[in-house]
């Protein structure tokens, strides 16, 4: 995936950043303390809410129905659907016919580990000079109050995948599951997953070739084993070891299958080599992640009950491992019976966690053009909100508006899956949430250019 | 050495052998030069597009976005030979005997023009050997023609039809350089040859880039320009060349062709129209004091994330700005970039386009426009649907040269026209037929009609609905 960030670099939207930033000198005593304002005023305790009149949209794959309530108490969802009651004591908000849907679930994101990706200062996605790898763990670095979760969240996304980037390894280390809350505790999950690249990146990071890649994985899941049976015994540090003594322990849990295994591949030949891997370790709990030609294998990706993350719109064989790609594959996928998520495959992947609505609106105007796969409404939604927390294992915790699910609920000013359509309130955990970020600043700044008495930079 | 680079080395030792005999050749069959060593061949690489067949066609009871802002409804409209012919309500008078579609729930718009592509240059597969866009071993490569480097058998060019109505773009060189080289306007249509796409007649373009790409690119070398005031000084720099080569041309003095100084001099003589990739407001402005220094205009901002924060002074100095509709923060002279730049430089009486510089984007420009018109109308901006469409209509074409050919439904235009099964503004909305010159190039409901390049042909998913 950052191989084709890098190919796209030059063509005049260059990310990689050199200069030595003097930001953090300059940053006043001021903001410092508006910072930690927001902090502490914001946001408002949950309290038991009810919104009724809804466009409501579970988000299970179910077509949204009409007049639909929803129930929040104590940060879950306790009742949904047309015809319940509002509780005594709840608040209770009349969406008058507007769209209700679960907060949007980025099914693959590096959000929060980077401010501005091509300024390296600011960009925590990949460790190229760490002696580390399977163990490096994201969480600590995920930045909550990182400018790109605000924007996300005001556009409606409320929980995101977060990988790390293969640096040194075919191992990538463990990706975590945050919420886009504006608060400190971003984390839902941590070490939520193991992320490996298997393919075109994985057999760069391998030596050369596709071959090295799966001896190398191989090898290094022994080396878990090995360690796992006796851990005071392993040497991580001869020279014959592939994996040090953390990285070796950090794997451990990928072979027993307590850890999913999320596995970056694209082309249908890789994606059944990912697949026979289990002949070996039988336990690996696998997720794919890309999986551009993944329709081409839908049965086998379907037999092996293997929930796949992809791209969506993705159509061009932009590289050799996608020369099948079409924007069919999710709608064929899910026609075979996979569970289908929808992520930034493709790039963009710490910034434009607000793609997800894109992605699920064109695989519903598929189903208008002959000959192509799409899915319908509440399919396209599922893409985006149950299926990527189901991917993760968190089906129960979140990602549809069911009772018992955490109250993640945005309201929209129209159907979510048009571009011109934008949230009115977020809640997360039953939580409102600000719908302000810098980019509204800078637009109310701005609504008219011209400087008045005092220059603009009086005007906040 | 693998089976690739000893194929590599043949071919190149294959384009050593030819490379002279075909320049020769080339030479031989042009025109004697009329006058001194300063004398350019006119139009060396002319294009070869023709028009494809057509027939007669009228579209009716469709709405109708005319790209310069109008709108009709139950509209009408005709094309014949190339042209449109006829377009009104549905009072339109249209002869009998014709292949007429019925376009009720339907929308009809120009053909979407991207001014800012890298299909072909940065072709699909993204590999090294076809990475053509950056001629990044010196700052200022005004001599490279972007046509020269692009690969007619792009994927790319279908998809934009298929999924984008796209019927005419702008193929430009990177960004690496201050000046780039020379863009080119295409008709997207499948051609064995660069040539077989050209635009007739159409201007050629400079693109210019201002901000961190240059400066990073030969700071890493080392070299001139580093910082932006590098960037500047090399730039103008390189425009006292430049008139001083212009003056002696124009004198009809003899001295040795530079292609360089040729491109320079046909923008200071505004022929050629300058494409400047900028990101920063305050970047822009010395751009413009910059072209005022040296007398050529400036006719589109490129990406110009903080076109709004100045879009009083785009007004004033009659400047286009190419935007993205939501694309920020990738990098610090991205960080401002905000969702209603474009409304906002529209609302201020300048000239806003929307862009994609992406092989992907391009396929949903209408979508990118879609974002920047919902979030317009949430601060107040009520722009109607019709008048956004300017957006990728008459906007671009204007800033390309090509208005009085294309960019609206007007009579007697080039029949450049989508039918699209909804409002196009829709995510749910995708071309269900595209006409290029009056000919039917792309149609959702024939299998055939759709574009396989010779890469793709043969290949897993070939003619696949994509």
Not at chain 1, 200 to 205: M, Q
Not at chain 1, 293 to 313: D, R, S
Not at chain 2, 146 to 173: C, K, M, Y
Request: charged fraction near 20%.
């Amino acid at each position: 995936m950052t191989v084709q960030t890098n190919l796209r670099s030059l063509r005049a939207k260059s990310r990689s950043g050199k200069g030595i930033s003097i930001v953090s000198r300059l940053r006043s005593k001021r903001t410092a303390l508006a910072i930690l304002a927001a902090v502490t005023s914001t946001p408002a305790l949950a309290q038991s809410i009810a919104i009724t009149g809804a466009t409501l949209a579970i988000g299970d794959g179910s077509e949204p129905i009409q007049n639909g309530t929803v129930v929040i108490a104590a940060g879950k969802v306790v009742a949904v659907g047309a015809g319940v009651a509002v509780p005594a004591g709840a608040k209770a908000i009349d969406a008058g016919g507007k769209w209700v849907t679960p907060g949007i679930v980025s099914g693959f994101s590096r959000v929060g580990l980077a401010e501005v990706p091509g300024v390296r200062e600011t960009n925590d996605m990949r460790a190229t000079k760490s002696p580390f790898s399977a163990a490096i763990d994201v969480a600590p670095a995920i930045n909550p109050f990182a400018n790109p979760i605000a924007i996300s969240r005001t556009a409606g996304i409320t929980r995101a995948v977060v990988a790390p980037v293969a640096a040194t390894s075919i191992f990538a280390g463990q990706g975590a599951v945050v919420d886009l809350g504006a608060d400190m505790n971003p984390i839902t999950k941590a070490r939520a997953f193991q992320y490996v690249e298997m393919g075109e990146a994985g057999a760069d990071e391998a030596g050369g070739s596709r071959a090295a890649t799966v001896l190398t994985f191989r090898m290094m899941l022994r080396e878990a084993q090995e360690f796992a049976r006796a851990p005071a015994s392993y040497d991580g540090r001869s020279r014959d070891a592939l994996l040090n003594r953390v990285d070796a322990e950090a794997l451990v849990p990928v072979v027993t299958g307590a850890m999913p295994l999320m596995v970056h591949v694209e082309s249908a030949r890789d994606i059944l080599t990912v697949l026979s891997l289990r002949q070996d370790f039988p336990a690996l709990k696998l997720i794919l992640a890309g999986a551009t030609e993944g329709w081409m294998v839908a049965p086998q990706i379907v037999a092996a009950k293997v929930p796949v993350i992809t791209a969506g719109l993705e159509d061009l064989p932009s590289s050799f491992e996608k020369l099948a790609a079409t924007q069919s594959n999710v709608g064929r996928m899910v026609k075979a019976g996979v569970s289908v998520s929808m992520g930034l495959l493709t790039g963009d992947d710490a910034l434009q966690l607000r793609a997800a609505t894109q992605q699920a609106g064109n695989m519903v105007a598929l189903t208008k053009v002959p000959g192509a796969t799409g899915l319908s409404w509440g399919q396209a939604l599922r893409t985006i909100t149950s299926a990527p927390a189901e991917a993760m294992g968190l089906g129960d915790r979140f990602g549809s508006l069911k009772a018992g699910k955490a109250g993640d609920v945005v309201m929209w000013d129209g159907d979510p899956l048009e571009m011109t359509s934008a949230p009115v309130a977020v809640w997360i955990d039953g939580v409102q949430q600000p719908l302000e970020n810098r980019q509204t600043k800078l637009r109310d700044r701005y609504a008219t250019p011209t400087e008045g008495a005092m220059p603009k930079a009086y005007e906040w | 050495m693998n089976g690739g680079g000893k194929w590599l080395l043949i071919a190149a030792l294959l384009a050593g052998t030819a490379g002279p005999i075909a320049a020769k050749r080339d030479k031989a069959a042009q025109p004697a030069p009329s006058q001194g060593t300063s004398a350019e061949p006119d139009n060396p690489y002319p294009s070869t597009y023709k028009p494809y067949p057509g027939r007669p066609t009228v579209i009716r009871n469709a709405t109708i976005f005319d790209g310069e802002g109008g709108r009709i409804d139950k509209g009408v409209v005709f094309l014949n030979e190339g042209r449109i012919v006829a377009i009104g309500g549905p009072d339109t008078p249209i002869p009998a005997d014709i292949a007429v579609f019925d376009g009720t729930g339907k929308y009809i718009t120009p053909g979407v023009i991207d001014i800012h592509s890298h299909l072909g240059v940065y072709a699909s597969p993204g590999v090294d050997a076809l990475s053509d866009g950056n001629e990044m071993t010196s700052p200022v490569t005004p001599h490279v023609w972007a046509e020269h480097s692009i690969w007619p058998q792009d994927p790319g060019f279908g998809r934009a039809l298929a999924n984008g109505g796209v019927t005419t773009l702008q193929i430009l060189p990177g960004s690496g350089n201050l000046f780039g080289g020379r863009s080119v306007t295409v008709k997207n249509v499948p051609a064995r040859t660069q040539q077989g796409m050209k635009f007739p007649g159409a201007p050629y373009g400079l693109k210019m880039a201002c901000g961190e790409n240059p400066k990073r690119v030969y700071g890493a070398k080392g070299r001139e320009p580093s910082t932006r005031m590098g960037n500047l000084a090399v730039d103008r720099q390189t425009w006292i060349k430049a008139r001083e080569y212009q003056k002696k041309r124009a004198a009809g003095k003899d001295q040795t062709r530079d292609l360089g100084m040729e491109t320079l001099a046909d923008v200071l003589e505004g022929k050629i129209l300058v494409q400047n990739h900028c990101y920063r407001a305050d970047e822009m402005a010395n751009v413009i004091d910059m072209s005022k220094e040296f007398g050529y205009r400036i006719t589109a901002f490129h990406h110009a994330v903080e076109s709004y924060k100045i879009a009083d002074l785009l007004r004033e100095n009659g400047i286009c700005s190419a935007m993205w509709g939501d694309w920020y923060g990738f990098k610090m002279e991205a960080y401002d970039g905000i969702k209603e730049n474009v409304p906002l430089v529209h609302q201020a009486g300048a000239c806003a386009i929307v862009h994609s510089d992406d092989q992907d984007g391009i396929q949903r420009l209408n979508q990118e426009a879609a974002k920047a018109l919902g979030a317009g109308r949430r601060m107040g901006i009520n722009i109607s649907d019709e008048a956004a469409w300017t957006w990728l209509a008459i906007n671009p074409a204007r800033a390309m040269g090509i208005d009085q050919q294309t960019g609206s439904l007007k009579v007697g235009k080039m029949a450049d026209v989508v039918l699209w099964n909804g409002n196009p503004f829709s995510t749910y909305t995708r071309p269900e037929k595209v006409w290029i010159d009056g000919a039917l190039m792309y149609d959702s409901s024939n299998p055939k009609l759709k574009p396989v390049t010779d890469f793709e042909l043969g290949q897993i998913g070939a003619g696949d609905v994509k």
